[in-house]
């Protein structure tokens, strides 16, 4: 594996949460409307991950996501080092996203390295967390042949999760962890982030299941369809 994977892991998912936290503050500082507050970090989620995940696809698979890479990991896509080191790069560059979000935004009153104490506890957001990674992952998996369709379904998948999941769909351990560190209305307390991300981990998995049983059997029968010819858009170490 290339150290320019995990260095593309970094910055991708670094920007990632800047565009996430980054989105929140924005709401905060410009509206009182809810509704808008949410089309602002839907919007600006979406767009930057049509952005990095085309920027990456080449270089590190574009998972910016340990959900994600544990999929890639469980369907034999990807070894165990890797996906460890890209949890690693992953989660740092989650957090360095955030204090890049909270540097922006400094000019009013924001902190650099706070702790959010947004409590979220209701046991429907931890649904909301299954439901949207694991259409997520299975997003990913169905579509990791062609990076112009990952990076066109899956910010449509998470723009949608936005506006009709309770949880405003995290959908991602690492940003999830880099959201603890903010002030912005896109935090999380830590006790509600750990419950967060076990439902996105298992929801990761239910992801899998979903991609290994439905494409078992209608594989050879698509492989002249719409996806041949397209298994080198991606980088070979890893694949998405």
């Not at 920027?55 to 460890?84: E, M, Q, R």
């Not at 959010?116 to 957001?125: G, H, I």
């Amino acid at each position: 594996m290339k150290l320019k994977a995990l260095v593309m892991e970094f910055i991708g998912t670094m920007l990632l949460s800047a565009a996430i936290i980054g989105a929140g503050f924005m709401a905060l500082t410009k509206t009182q409307d809810p509704l808008m507050a949410l089309v602002i970090n839907g919007f600006s989620a979406a767009a930057v991950l049509a952005v990095i995940i085309r920027l990456g696809a080449k270089i590190s698979g574009a998972h910016y996501n340990p959900a994600v890479t544990l999929s890639l990991l469980l369907s034999k896509k990807i070894d165990g080092v890797t996906a460890l080191l890209y949890f690693i790069a992953q989660t740092a560059g989650a957090v360095a996203g955030a204090v890049l979000a909270n540097t922006l935004y400094h000019q009013y009153g924001t902190k650099f390295f706070p702790i959010s104490k947004a409590v979220m506890s209701s046991q429907y957001l931890l649904i909301s967390e299954v439901l949207s990674t694991a259409v997520l992952v299975w997003v990913v998996l169905r579509n990791a042949s062609n990076a112009n369709k990952v990076a066109t379904f899956v910010p449509l998948w998470i723009f949608s999760a936005y506006f009709f999941t309770s949880s405003s769909t995290f959908a991602n351990p690492a940003a999830t962890i880099g959201r603890i560190f903010t002030q912005s209305s896109a935090g999380i307390a830590p006790a509600s982030a750990l419950r967060f991300i076990a439902a996105q981990f298992v929801g990761a998995l239910i992801g899998w299941l979903l991609y290994s049983y439905l494409s078992s059997e209608s594989t050879s029968s698509t492989s002249s369809g719409d996806d041949a010819g397209l298994e080198g858009e991606f980088s070979a170490d890893p694949v998405l």
